[in-house]
Protein backbone atom coordinates (compact mmCIF):
# COMPACT_ATOMS: atom_id res chain seq x y z
CA UNK A 1 0.00 0.00 0.00
CA UNK A 2 1.06 3.13 -0.97
CA UNK A 3 2.12 5.80 1.68
CA UNK A 4 2.20 9.53 1.96
CA UNK A 5 4.07 11.02 5.27
CA UNK A 6 5.51 14.54 6.22
CA UNK A 7 9.32 14.30 5.11
CA UNK A 8 11.84 16.45 7.74
CA UNK A 9 15.26 18.31 7.48
CA UNK A 10 16.12 14.31 8.47
CA UNK A 11 14.81 13.24 5.13
CA UNK A 12 16.51 14.97 3.06
CA UNK A 13 19.08 12.71 1.83
CA UNK A 14 16.23 10.51 0.64
CA UNK A 15 15.20 13.55 -1.40
CA UNK A 16 18.06 14.09 -2.53
CA UNK A 17 19.17 10.76 -3.80
CA UNK A 18 15.52 10.35 -5.13
CA UNK A 19 16.38 13.94 -7.17
CA UNK A 20 19.62 12.77 -8.08
CA UNK A 21 18.08 9.19 -9.51
CA UNK A 22 15.23 10.57 -11.42
CA UNK A 23 16.41 13.94 -12.78
CA UNK A 24 19.50 12.68 -15.19
CA UNK A 25 16.68 9.96 -16.78
CA UNK A 26 14.05 12.49 -16.84
CA UNK A 27 15.81 15.44 -18.37
CA UNK A 28 19.09 13.98 -19.87
CA UNK A 29 17.95 14.08 -23.22
CA UNK A 30 16.15 17.37 -22.81
CA UNK A 31 19.21 19.76 -20.69
CA UNK A 32 22.54 19.82 -21.24
CA UNK A 33 24.91 17.82 -18.36
CA UNK A 34 25.90 21.59 -17.35
CA UNK A 35 22.34 22.54 -16.80
CA UNK A 36 20.63 19.30 -15.30
CA UNK A 37 23.95 19.95 -12.58
CA UNK A 38 23.45 23.27 -11.96
CA UNK A 39 19.79 22.76 -11.19
CA UNK A 40 20.24 19.77 -8.91
CA UNK A 41 22.49 21.92 -7.14
CA UNK A 42 20.40 24.85 -6.88
CA UNK A 43 17.09 22.89 -5.50
CA UNK A 44 18.48 20.33 -4.08
CA UNK A 45 21.53 21.51 -1.60
CA UNK A 46 21.38 20.78 1.64
CA UNK A 47 20.88 24.96 2.51
CA UNK A 48 18.07 25.01 -0.18
CA UNK A 49 16.19 22.24 0.97
CA UNK A 50 16.66 23.06 4.76
CA UNK A 51 15.27 26.73 3.87
CA UNK A 52 12.53 24.94 2.05
CA UNK A 53 11.18 22.66 4.62
CA UNK A 54 12.04 24.75 7.55
CA UNK A 55 10.01 27.64 6.22
CA UNK A 56 7.17 25.62 4.98
CA UNK A 57 7.84 27.39 1.46
CA UNK A 58 7.00 23.79 0.54
CA UNK A 59 5.58 21.01 1.99
CA UNK A 60 7.45 18.09 1.96
CA UNK A 61 6.07 14.41 1.51
CA UNK A 62 7.76 10.82 1.32
CA UNK A 63 5.84 8.33 -1.25
CA UNK A 64 6.93 5.03 0.37
CA UNK A 65 5.49 1.14 0.24
CA UNK A 66 6.07 -0.55 2.64
CA UNK A 67 9.30 0.75 4.19
CA UNK A 68 11.28 1.23 0.61
CA UNK A 69 10.61 5.11 -0.28
CA UNK A 70 9.83 5.70 -4.23
CA UNK A 71 9.58 9.53 -4.60
CA UNK A 72 8.64 12.14 -3.15
CA UNK A 73 6.40 15.67 -3.59
CA UNK A 74 6.36 19.70 -2.83
CA UNK A 75 3.36 21.46 -3.08
CA UNK A 76 2.23 24.58 -1.68
CA UNK A 77 -1.56 25.22 -0.70
CA UNK A 78 -3.14 28.42 -1.78
CA UNK A 79 -0.60 29.44 -4.10
CA UNK A 80 -0.33 32.91 -5.27
CA UNK A 81 -3.17 33.30 -2.36
CA UNK A 82 -5.60 31.87 -4.78
CA UNK A 83 -7.75 28.29 -4.12
CA UNK A 84 -5.09 26.77 -5.77
CA UNK A 85 -2.68 23.67 -5.12
CA UNK A 86 0.51 24.15 -6.43
CA UNK A 87 2.84 20.50 -7.47
CA UNK A 88 6.16 22.15 -7.36
CA UNK A 89 7.85 19.08 -7.27
CA UNK A 90 6.80 14.70 -8.02
CA UNK A 91 9.23 12.50 -8.41
CA UNK A 92 9.10 8.79 -8.20
CA UNK A 93 12.04 6.52 -8.86
CA UNK A 94 11.94 5.06 -12.10
CA UNK A 95 11.45 1.04 -11.48
CA UNK A 96 7.68 2.87 -9.74
CA UNK A 97 7.00 4.68 -13.37
CA UNK A 98 4.23 2.64 -15.17
CA UNK A 99 2.48 1.10 -12.24
CA UNK A 100 -0.23 3.38 -11.38
CA UNK A 101 1.57 5.11 -8.59
CA UNK A 102 1.96 8.16 -9.69
CA UNK A 103 -2.07 8.44 -10.65
CA UNK A 104 -2.26 7.61 -6.50
CA UNK A 105 0.02 9.80 -6.06
CA UNK A 106 -2.08 12.84 -7.50
CA UNK A 107 -5.03 11.34 -5.59
CA UNK A 108 -3.24 11.65 -2.35
CA UNK A 109 -2.42 15.39 -3.15
CA UNK A 110 -6.35 16.06 -4.29
CA UNK A 111 -7.45 14.77 -0.71
CA UNK A 112 -4.63 17.21 0.92
CA UNK A 113 -5.68 20.24 -1.58
CA UNK A 114 -9.31 19.45 -1.10
CA UNK A 115 -8.75 19.66 2.85
CA UNK A 116 -7.35 23.11 2.22
CA UNK A 117 -10.15 24.51 0.23
CA UNK A 118 -8.75 24.07 -3.60
CA UNK A 119 -10.09 24.59 -6.07
CA UNK A 120 -7.56 23.00 -8.51
CA UNK A 121 -4.07 21.22 -8.97
CA UNK A 122 -1.13 23.36 -10.82
CA UNK A 123 1.65 22.50 -11.75
CA UNK A 124 4.40 23.46 -14.51
CA UNK A 125 5.73 20.60 -16.79
CA UNK A 126 9.23 21.06 -19.17
CA UNK A 127 7.61 21.42 -22.84
CA UNK A 128 9.51 18.57 -24.12
CA UNK A 129 9.00 16.36 -20.51
CA UNK A 130 7.39 12.44 -21.13
CA UNK A 131 5.83 13.07 -18.04
CA UNK A 132 2.83 15.51 -20.40
CA UNK A 133 1.01 12.95 -21.58
CA UNK A 134 0.85 11.29 -18.15
CA UNK A 135 -0.98 14.43 -16.67
CA UNK A 136 -2.61 15.06 -19.79
CA UNK A 137 -4.11 11.62 -19.32
CA UNK A 138 -5.23 12.23 -15.66
CA UNK A 139 -7.17 15.59 -16.08
CA UNK A 140 -4.74 18.20 -16.60
CA UNK A 141 -4.63 21.06 -19.18
CA UNK A 142 -2.27 23.30 -20.49
CA UNK A 143 -3.43 27.00 -19.75
CA UNK A 144 -0.34 28.72 -20.43
CA UNK A 145 3.70 28.42 -22.12
CA UNK A 146 6.52 30.07 -19.47
CA UNK A 147 9.97 30.59 -20.25
CA UNK A 148 11.59 30.91 -16.37
CA UNK A 149 15.07 32.26 -16.15
CA UNK A 150 16.78 30.29 -13.53
CA UNK A 151 20.36 32.00 -13.93
CA UNK A 152 23.62 31.23 -15.14
CA UNK A 153 21.88 31.67 -19.18
CA UNK A 154 19.55 29.18 -19.07
CA UNK A 155 16.06 29.03 -18.91
CA UNK A 156 12.80 26.47 -18.14
CA UNK A 157 10.87 25.81 -20.87
CA UNK A 158 7.72 24.68 -18.96
CA UNK A 159 3.49 24.53 -19.72
CA UNK A 160 1.51 25.55 -16.51
CA UNK A 161 -1.10 23.03 -16.22
CA UNK A 162 -4.06 22.53 -13.79
CA UNK A 163 -6.69 20.22 -13.19
CA UNK A 164 -10.12 21.33 -11.68
CA UNK A 165 -11.08 19.96 -8.39
Known amino acids: MIKITDASIEDITKIQNIAHTTWPITYGKILSKEQLDYMLDLIYSDEALIIQI ?9 IS ?3 TT ?9 YKNEPLTRI ?6 PETQGKGIGK ?5 IKKLALKNHSTALS ?8 ALSFYTKIGFEIIDEVNIDIGNGYVMEDYVM ?3 L
Open 88 to 93: HKIYLL
Open 65 to 67: EDE
Open 104 to 108: KVIEE
Open 70 to 78: LGFIGIEHH
Open 123 to 130: LNVNRFNS
Open 162 to 164: EKK
Open 54 to 62: EKKEQLFYL
